[in-house]
């Protein structure tokens, strides 16, 4: 049965379209957010083996000038760290609000689904009533004809 297409269905088909790419926005995002947790838990386990060789280094002895470089080069670690932190708690600001907007295509699209189901109901009420309509039709005709055959014997 071909049905003919509406508004409805153009909006139902759009928001269909417009949750599945807000799905793979928030996927690209928790991805890069996962990248971004990866880098700065590697930067974390490289400062502390950084600051391991540090401590091994002053119980052999060091000179003056080896621990200002040392301390200068965790103090940068310590600065990347930070801006690591910051970069991954943006990200995750990211990944929420994509997130959000996921649930308010799918909530959309869940109503335009909603109204669809009712119309298609709507619908399969009114065919079934048109052919509850026509079936009696068809008995009251054969009725008829049978009652005018039986009084023409």
Do not use: C
Request: no cysteine; hydrophobic share 30%.
């Amino acid at each position: 049965m071909s049905r003919d297409r509406t508004s409805l269905d153009t909006l139902v088909e759009l928001a269909r379209e417009a949750r599945d790419q807000a799905g793979q926005t928030l996927a690209g995002e928790q991805r890069t957010s996962s990248q971004v947790s990866q880098q700065l838990d590697s930067l974390h386990r490289y400062r502390q083996e950084y600051a391991e060789k540090l401590n091994a280094a002053v119980r052999d002895g060091i000179d003056p000038a080896t621990m200002r470089n040392y301390q200068q080069f965790l103090a940068s670690l310590d600065d990347a760290l930070g801006r690591a932190r910051q970069a991954l708690a943006a990200q995750q600001q990211r990944v929420e609000r994509t997130r959000q907007h996921w649930q308010q295509q799918q909530q959309r699209l869940s109503s335009y689904d909603t109204l669809a189901e009712r119309r298609e109901a709507v619908r399969r009420r009114d065919e079934q009533r048109r052919e509850q309509h026509v079936s009696d039709d068809l008995v009251n005709n054969r009725l008829v004809r049978q009652r005018s055959s039986h009084f023409e014997h």
